[in-house]
């Protein structure tokens, strides 16, 4: 199993940005769907982007337009760049790759904190 380990979380103020990068122990990206999600307390975990292993990538209606996903294949490296933050993106934002239509697998996660 490819491990993930996510950086680049913390603590932004309201419309500032930050860079998350998700960095996976084994050469799949091209292979897999590989993406973003979060969990903000009290909720559930919920979808933000995703990019195919060809490249498409899929966005959370909350979230277009002010986030990018993007990926580095031979560094097998993930990012999400994040801009125009609000306080309710606030949450634990995690890494994750899925083979076809398959069983998801996770990183530990990353905390990102907007101040209003």
């Known amino acids: 199993q490819v491990l993930l380990v996510e950086s680049g979380g913390g603590l932004v103020q309201s419309g500032g940005s930050l860079r998350l990068s998700c960095v996976a122990s084994g050469n799949i990206f091209s292979m897999v769907t590989v993406g973003w999600s979060r969990q903000a307390p009290g909720k559930q975990r919920e979808f933000v982007a995703s990019?195919?292993?060809?490249?498409?990538?899929t966005y959370a209606d909350s979230v277009k337009g002010r986030f990018t996903i993007s990926k580095n294949n031979a560094n097998m490296i993930c990012d999400l760049q994040m801009n125009a933050l609000k306080p309710e993106d606030t949450a634990v934002y995690y890494c994750?790759?899925?083979?076809?239509?398959?069983?998801?697998?996770w990183g530990q996660g990353t905390q990102v904190t907007v101040s209003s």
């Open positions: 994750w790759y899925r083979i076809g239509d398959g069983e998801s697998y």
């Open positions: 990019i195919s292993n060809g490249g498409v990538s």
